[in-house]
C-alpha cells in the first residue's frame, strides 16, 4: 500500500508509550497498534486530529505517501 505510518517514528520523538497514547486519546491500544504497524485500511479524521493534538504534530508526520518504486513489496 502507498501510504504508509510513522507513529512509531513520532512516538519515540516524544519519548511516549502507546499505551499513554491511547489513554490520552481515547482509542484501544489494540487499534492504535494497528495503525503504527499500517494494518488499517482507514483511519477517521477525528481520530487523526485527536492524536495530532496529543503528540503535538501535523497529519504529514504520520502518513506518508510512497510510490510502488520507493516501496516494492
Request: aromatic content about 2%.
Amino acid at each position: 500500500m502507498p501510504i504508509i505510518t510513522r507513529l512509531d517514528r513520532v512516538l519515540a520523538d516524544r519519548k511516549m508509550q502507546l499505551s499513554e497514547l491511547s489513554e490520552q486519546v481515547g482509542v484501544s491500544i489494540a487499534n492504535l497498534s494497528n495503525l503504527k504497524t499500517g494494518k488499517v485500511r482507514a483511519i477517521r479524521f477525528s481520530t487523526l486530529e485527536k492524536i495530532c493534538e496529543v503528540l503535538e504534530c501535523q497529519p504529514g508526520d504520520i502518513l506518508e505517501y510512497q510510490t510502488e518504486k520507493e516501496n516494492p513489496e
